[in-house]
């Protein structure tokens, strides 16, 4: 079955940087494109990076550009989210999502079929 763990969450100070990890199992990795989204207390999920097949094509929620970084590992199964200059307002749970079929680069949650536990990130001030 398709499972999905994230780690790599934490609590850091303002303008630090946190590195979120997503390990896939069950499904060949390597064919789906791969997500990160997160929610906060009280507001609605967002998507916030998205990364292609091969990992060359990314896509970043605007409040994001410039800071986080998607990347991937085929080898390893592996997805990655490398966040600097981290805001109090990035405080929230992050999601890993595997991409559905047809999902050709989609920020919307409903292009995604799979979802992992989340990992908490707190950003203080």
């Known amino acids: 079955q398709v499972q999905l763990v994230e780690s790599g969450g934490g609590s850091v100070q303002a303008g630090g940087s946190l590195r979120l990890s997503c390990e896939a199992s069950g499904y060949t990795y390597s064919s789906y494109r791969m997500g990160w989204f997160r929610q906060a207390p009280g507001k609605e999920r967002e998507g916030v990076a998205v990364i292609s097949t091969g990992g060359v094509s990314t896509s970043y929620v605007d409040s994001v550009k410039g800071r986080f970084t998607i990347s991937r590992d085929n080898a390893k199964n592996l997805l990655y989210l490398q966040m600097n200059s981290l805001k109090p307002e990035d405080t929230a749970m992050y999601y890993c999502?595997?991409?559905?079929?047809?999902?050709?680069?989609?920020?919307?949650?409903?292009?995604?079929?799979?979802w992992g536990q989340g990992t908490q990130v707190t950003v203080s001030s």
């Open positions: 999502a595997r991409g559905r079929p047809y999902n050709y680069g989609s920020l919307r949650g409903r292009d995604f079929d799979y």
